[in-house]
T-cell receptor, first 114, second 112 residues
Framework: DTAVSQTPKYLVTQMGNDKSIKCEQN?????MYWYKQDSKKFLKIMFS???????INETVPNRFSPKSPDKAHLNLHINSLELGDSAVYFC?????????????FGPGTRLLVL | DQQVKQNSPSLSVQEGRISILNCDYT??????FLWYKKYPAEGPTFLIS?????DKNEDGRFTVFLNKSAKHLSLHIVPSQPGDSAVYFC???????????FGTGTRLKVLA
């Protein structure tokens, strides 16, 4: 049974489109995250939510909007997609806030913007 | 500004030998460090961690060493197995900042 799942696994779309990536965790964790891994393989945090409240927003363009309907879900909506948005997006969760907590990652969503 | 650096993008080791993966950091405020392993088409999975109050932590075949004065940590895998072939990321955090900073990873290949 998958602990952190993401859909879709692959996403190919045109520039200017709007798309969403969904994330669900069944670990009962309080905190969820979105990371972006770019072509240089940097894994950078984008957002962190704790109990549905935004904790971290790492100067991500406001075309990216996370939404947490409940503690088990953190979705990522991207407006007006650009070529530079092509990357692998990972969702993660942890019991508490990161800093001393182990994070559990989803399998990633590979986004390609043409 | 890359605060966590893994300067070796790849490493090949014979099965049964020791694998040593290195990680350097620049922020002296970091006080918690982790290693993650990542297989292709999967997310990173937690391997081992160390707090800055320790200089060594061991878990089975995996040992992490922390040298605070050199701002350096390393992961030792002994003995290396073909199933250890993966990309290894180190990550660091400052307690209370609620985020980890990741390195760019080192691809380990264990040759049978």
């Amino acid at each position: 049974d998958t602990a952190v799942s993401q859909t879709p696994k692959y996403l190919v779309t045109q520039m200017g489109n709007d798309k969403s990536i969904k994330c669900e965790q069944n670990l009962g964790h309080d905190t969820m995250y979105w990371y972006k891994q770019d072509s240089k393989k940097f894994l950078k945090i984008m957002f962190s939510y704790n109990n549905k409240e935004l904790i971290i927003n790492e100067t991500v363009p406001n075309r990216f909007s996370p939404k947490s309907p409940d503690k088990a879900h953190l979705n990522l909506h991207i407006n007006s997609l650009e070529l530079g948005d092509s990357a692998v997006y990972f969702c993660a969760s942890s019991q508490g806030l990161a800093g001393v907590e182990t994070q559990y990652f989803g399998p990633g969503t590979r986004l390609l913007v043409l | 500004d890359q605060q966590v650096k893994q300067n070796s993008p790849s490493l090949s080791v014979q099965e049964g030998r020791i694998s040593i993966l290195n990680c350097d950091y620049t922020n002296s405020m970091f006080d918690y460090f982790l290693w993650y392993k990542k297989y292709p088409a999967e997310g990173p999975t937690f391997l081992i961690s160390i707090s800055s109050i320790k200089d060594k932590n061991e878990d089975g075949r995996f040992t992490v060493f922390l040298n605070k004065s050199a701002k350096h940590l390393s992961l030792h895998i002994v003995p290396s197995q073909p199933g250890d072939s993966a990309v290894y990321f180190c990550a660091a955090s400052v307690r209370g900042t609620y985020k980890y900073i990741f390195g760019t990873g080192t691809r380990l290949k264990v040759l049978a």
